[in-house]
């Protein structure tokens, strides 16, 4: 059973930034390909970042891309989210979620792939 807890969500300024963290414990990170998540207001959760058990490879939904960044820090067992250039969309609730893979498998961007998640955190970007 792998347990996640993120952390580093709060309240921004358009513009500004801010560096997602998310926490396991109870599995073998290197197993895991890492993704974030988001779920706004009467929104369905939406698919944000993705990088592989390696860390060699990554996605990004459109609405982020060259704005965010995933990485993964496999020795600490963390992978990180950071968010440059904030809009007031990105406002949501942001949830760390992994997903067992076999070394060679295709990321995936879609929620049910993933067995466990996080408790969220709340980024809120004012203007």
């Known amino acids: 059973q792998v347990q996640l807890v993120e952390s580093g969500g709060g309240l921004v300024q358009a513009g500004g930034s801010l560096r997602l963290s998310c926490t396991t414990s109870?599995?073998?990170?290197?197993?895991?390909?890492m993704s974030w998540f988001r779920q706004a207001p009467g929104k369905d959760r939406e698919f944000v970042a993705v990088?592989?058990?390696?860390?060699?490879?990554?996605n990004y939904v459109d609405s982020v891309k060259g704005r965010f960044s995933i990485s993964r820090d496999n020795d600490k067992k963390t992978v990180f989210l950071q968010m440059d250039s904030l809009k007031v969309e990105d406002t949501a609730v942001y949830y760390c979620a992994a997903r067992h893979v076999i070394l060679t498998a295709a990321t995936s961007v879609r929620p049910a792939d993933y067995a466990y998640w996080g408790q969220g955190t709340q980024v809120t970007v004012s203007s």
């Open positions: 109870g599995g073998t990170f290197n197993r895991y390909d």
């Open positions: 990088i592989s058990r390696n860390g060699r490879n990554t």
